[in-house]
Structure formats: C-alpha cells, structure tokens
C-alpha cells in the first residue's frame, strides 16, 4: 500500500516492496507515479546502504537507468559536497517490484578474475506448474533482475548494460564479459614549465656578415638572462580521479608527487609568489646556468658548461664574459673570452683577451694563449703552445712546448723553447731558454736536443753610435771654443785696449779717482777703445753660448750611458746543478723593437734553435754557472 506524502505527493518504499511507512522505510528512495527517484543530498554511502537493503528485501528497480543509478552510488561520496536543498531529486528507474523466487533460481554465479567479471549464458526454464508432471516452460532473463541479482552476488559496479541485453536478447549460448572494474586515473604530479623563452638555446650556425654562417660556431649557446624575468613556474600536482572494483570498493590512485621550486634556486635566482603562481625569477642580469648535479638554476657573469667544447655540443665559442668548463675542450676547438678556466683536458685552443686562463687538466697539442694575463696549467703540457704578451706562466710539467710571457715558472721542462724576461726553472732537460733574468736548478741535455741558455741583453750599438756621435760634436765644440778664447786673449793684449781695461778696473774697484782734467782724457780712451772692446763682447757671447751648448751634448752622453749600463746589468744568468752539455751564450735584442718574447710561436723556435754566432758566455757537462752583466 502506498502513502502520499501530505507535502510532495511522493510514495515512500519499504523495503519488503511494500508501499507505506513501516518499519525499514529509507527516506533516501523515493518513488512517485513518474518513477523511482533519490533524494540528491543523500547520494554515495547513504544510497548504497538503502539499494542494499531494498535488494536484500526481494525487491529490484525496474526499467532502471545504470548509468544514472551508478553515478548516484559511487560518483558522489561522503567527502563530496551533499546538496543543500531545493535541488529537484535524480530519476534512476521506473518502479520498484518484488523478486520472485523462482525467477531468481535462473540467475547463476559468476566468475570473477582480474579485474573482470564473465555470465555464462543458455537457454532458461521455469519448473512447470499448471499441473503435476508439467514440463519446465522457457523462460527469459530480465536485465533489471540480472542487476540485483549480482547485487547479492557481489556485482555490484561497472554491468556493461549493453553486453548483458545483447547477449539476453540473442538467445544465444555463451561466456559474455559482463562487467569490468574502473580503473584509478592518476593523477598528475607537480612539475616544472618554462616561461622565459630565452632559456633555450639556439644550436644554429651563426650568421657572420655578409650573410655568410659559420658552420664551427652557434647562435646562441648559452643564453643570456635579464634581472627580474621569470624563468620556471611550478604547475600544483593533481589529485588522480578514484576507481571502482566489481565489488563497489574504491580504488584510489596514487598520491601525486609534490616538488620544492625553492631547491632549483641558484645564485642569481630567488621564488616569487603571487596570484599567478610559484616563479622561480632571475635576480640580476647575466648567464643563465644550470648544474645537472644539483638540478639549480643560476644566473651569473660567469657562463658554466659541463658538456665540454666540440663541434657537437657547442662550436667554437666567442664569449663576452667569464667561462668556467668541465667538460674536454676537442680539437681545433677555440674558447675565446675573458676568465677562462676548464677542469677537464684542452686539446684544443683557449684564447683570452685579457683576464686569467686556468687549466686544472691537461693541455695536449693545444694552444693557451692572453693578451694580458697570467695563464696557469695544474696537469701537463705536451706539444703545446702557452703565450701571453704581458703575465706570468705557471706549469707544473711541459714537454716539447713553446713558452712565452713577461715571466715563466715551471717545475719540470723537457725539449722546450722558452723566451720571457724572467725564467724559473726547477728542472730543465734539453730545453733552449732565452730570458733577462734566468734561474734553473738543475740543467742538462735530452736525447738530441741541447739545453741552450741564452742571456737576453740589449742591442747597444745604436747607443754607441750615438754617444760616438756626441762625443764628436763636444770635440769640436772644445775646438772652436780654444779658437774663440785665443781671438779674446789677442784682443784684450792690444795697448789701447790693456791700457783701458787696467784705467777702468782700478776705477771700478775707486782705487783710483780721476780728477775733473782727468776725465776728459779717460773719455777720449775708451772712445778709441770702443770698436775692439765690442768685439771682444761678441766673442765672449759666442763663446758661452758654445759651451752652454757643449754641456747639453755632454749631458745626453751621460743619459744614454746610464740607459745602456741599467738595460745590460739587469742581465742575470745562474744554474746552479748542470748536469750534462750545457751552453750558455748572449742573445742581442734591439730595445727599441718589440719585446723579444713577443714573437709569434714559430718564430721563437727558429730563434732559439737556430745557429748562434752570439757571444758564448760558458759550456760545460757539469758544475755551475751564475753571471750577471758587467761583473
């Protein structure tokens, strides 16, 4: 019997598939003349309880709509949002009606393996009942009654409704997939999006003028970054969407996982956060920078690769700032910058306009050369070239080099060519070295190569042709003046002339006083002396300005011999253990060329291998030897 409700005019079930109020009635199942229907706020474990009960009474929905009825028990639970009220309550069948036993006596078990669940269907029989020894009448299996059925049976989500009427409606025999589990969807974990579209770099050849490209050569290697731009954003892990086994349980997906931003923060980068999101943001202008090892971004004056420097990877590179290198440098490879400094071995080029060149490694058959800074190998040079025009070369091993520099200092040199203004040696094995100041402790030949030393002083024969030549003018300025004092000396021997000059001196020191008869005849004297008194004025003028000039020459004489004695004493020459054929020898340089260490590489081998006619200062096979110029 069925109860209008005084405020809906809905008929609530009981769950004996009664209609009233009785005992067991759920208020969340609600049937009325149009169907039956759930109240929205009481969705999920509240549904799933009463359509247990209801099932268990005998009864089934009929004309039940599944996927509706599926969503109202599983899609919706208790952690959900419920309705709040007002919202018009879900139709999921037609009616509700009882289970006939016998009819349920046709429904059989399943069989469930991973994940899937398979009804075996055949022909059906209801016993016969019009009369005693009747026989079983065909029957039809129900898809509404299938659906409690497997209710009972532990079936109770994902009947493929489809596949169940199909294989009902055909009549036929056979093993039908009848239901299948939903699978958890994952979720998504957090992750990391680039937002600077300069991050990337850009391995294309780069374009030279004229449109030409250089194939040796990138775009852009390594990107540039300005202060205050974003780089990463962190996008929030997802929560997966939960599945359903046979059974109804929930299966949920993994927990995604979560990421800090905060750990990709290098020097130069700092996390912004704001409405937009989680940004990890260049904090000054530079190179951006990223270390495989710690997974950080930076952003510095200072470009870091650990990928070394080949035609696959980079090119050659033309830097403006400072490199720092962990990777090999190839062959034929150039690195051209400020600061560079590489921690693997070089077997090509490094080229430094003016900063510090730092080799950690090896430089093999490669070139270190600065146009105005120090260059320091820690590993060994072997058939290489090491050059700067203005800094000091420090080498803990070289062999079959050419050196370079204002100063060297190696631990261990063999068959070397070295050429600086100062040279130290720990051990030297036949090396040619030419510098102003040497220093080795322990030298001597290797194999066929001679240990030459050369001691580097100056060219001074222009220095002497020109004291020569002002040596020359001060004689003749000596001679001219001797002529000048004779003209003066025969001048003032004149009797009128002596006679006036010993009137006037006595006059001037008033050792005499002329009386005014006097005066006259005084007047008349130096009338008559006048003419030769003036030239002898002129000759005296001529001749201090003669020897004003003479002292000038005689001065520049003396500066030039103070330049030629600084620049040749300063040469000094000492080895302390020779050890085998040494000589030693004088190598001329002009002073006012170039600086001799400032010779291309090839020119300095010819130079210091060459045959010498140069002054031989020593040769022994053992001792030692120390000289200075001038001693």
């Not at 979720?187 to 680039?194: F, P």
């Not at 000059?501 to 006595?506: C, D, E, P, Q």
């Not at 001529?542 to 004489?557: F, I, N, T, Y």
Request: charged letters at 25%; proline letters at 4%.
């Amino acid at each position: 019997m069925a109860i209008e409700s005084p405020v809906s005019g809905q008929v609530h079930v009981t769950h004996s598939g009664k209609t009233g109020n009785g005992p067991g009635v759920d208020h969340s199942i609600i049937k009325r003349a149009d169907g039956v229907f759930v109240d929205p706020s009481l969705l999920g474990a509240t549904f799933q309880a009463a359509v247990s009960n209801l099932f268990a009474s005998n009864s089934f929905f009929v004309g039940v709509d599944y996927p509706v009825f599926i969503k109202a028990l599983y899609v919706y639970d208790q952690d959900q949002p419920r309705a709040q009220g007002g919202e018009a309550p879900i139709r999921f069948a037609a009616d509700i009606a009882s289970f006939d036993t016998e009819r349920r006596a046709l429904y059989k078990s399943i069989k469930v393996s991973r994940g899937k669940a398979e009804y075996y269907f055949e022909p059906v029989y209801l016993p016969g009942q019009s009369q005693p020894g009747a026989t079983a009448a065909p029957a039809r299996l129900d898809f509404d009654e299938f659906v409690a059925d497997m209710w009972g049976k532990g079936l109770r989500f994902g009947i493929d409704a489809a596949a169940v009427r199909n294989a009902i409606e055909s009549g036929n025999a056979g093993r039908v997939v009848v239901a299948q589990q939903l699978d958890p969807v994952p979720g998504v974990d957090a992750h990391i999006v680039e937002v600077a579209s300069d991050l990337r770099r850009s391995d294309a050849p780069r374009l030279l003028a004229g449109g030409r490209l250089d194939l040796m050569s990138f775009q852009n290697r390594f990107p540039q970054i300005k202060k205050g731009v974003r780089l990463l954003k962190k996008v929030a892990r997802k929560d997966g969407v939960p599945g359903f086994e046979l059974s109804g349980l929930v299966l949920m997906p993994p927990l995604p996982s979560d990421l800090d931003l905060g750990q990709m923060a290098g020097p130069g980068t700092a996390i912004e956060n704001s409405a937009e999101g989680e940004f990890l943001v260049a904090q000054l202008s530079g190179f951006l920078n990223a270390d495989d090892k710690t997974h950080q971004l930076s952003v510095g004056d200072k470009i870091v690769s650990r990928e070394g420097v080949s035609v696959r990877t980079t090119g050659n590179l033309q830097l403006a700032g400072d490199y720092e290198e962990f990777g090999e440098v190839q062959e034929k490879r150039v690195i051209e910058g400020g600061n560079i400094t590489v921690h693997a071995d070089v077997f090509g080029n490094i080229v430094s306009r003016g900063g510090a060149i730092t080799l950690n490694g090896n430089l093999v058959g490669g070139t270190a050369t600065n146009a105005a800074g120090n260059i320091e190998l820690k590993g060994v040079a072997s058939g290489a070239v090491l050059q700067t025009r203005d800094g000091e070369i420090t080498m803990a091993r070289a062999d079959n080099c050419i050196i370079s520099g204002s100063r060297v200092v190696i631990e261990h040199a063999a068959n070397c060519e070295i050429i600086a203004d100062e040279v130290v040696i720990v051990r030297a094995e036949g090396c040619a070295v030419a510098a102003r100041k040497i220093l080795i402790e322990s030298a001597g030949p290797r194999k066929q190569s001679e240990m030459l030393v050369f001691a580097l002083l100056p060219d001074s024969s222009k220095i002497d042709k020109q004291i020569e030549e002002f040596n020359a003018r001060v004689s003749e300025s000596a001679a001219a003046m001797d002529k000048l004092r004779l003209e003066m000396d025969a001048l003032t021997q004149l009797p009128e002339v002596r006679s006036y000059l010993m009137l006037a001196g006595k006059i001037n020191k008033k050792e005499l006083t002329l009386t005014p008869a006097q005066e006259p005849q005084f007047r008349k004297m130096a009338l008559a002396a006048g003419p030769t008194l003036k030239a002898i004025g002129k000759v005296a003028l001529d001749l201090k300005k003669m020897d004003e000039s003479r002292q000038a020459v005689l001065q520049m004489v003396a500066a030039l011999l103070e330049q030629k004695n600084a620049a040749s004493g300063s040469a000094h020459v000492t080895v302390n253990i020779i050890e085998g054929d040494t000589t030693v020898r004088v190598m001329k340089f002009d002073p006012d060329g170039s600086r001799p260490y400032d010779l291309a590489s090839k020119d300095i081998k010819s130079r210091l291998r060459g045959l010498s006619n140069d002054e031989k200062l020593f040769a022994a096979s053992c001792g030692s030897f120390d000289w200075a110029c001038g001693q």
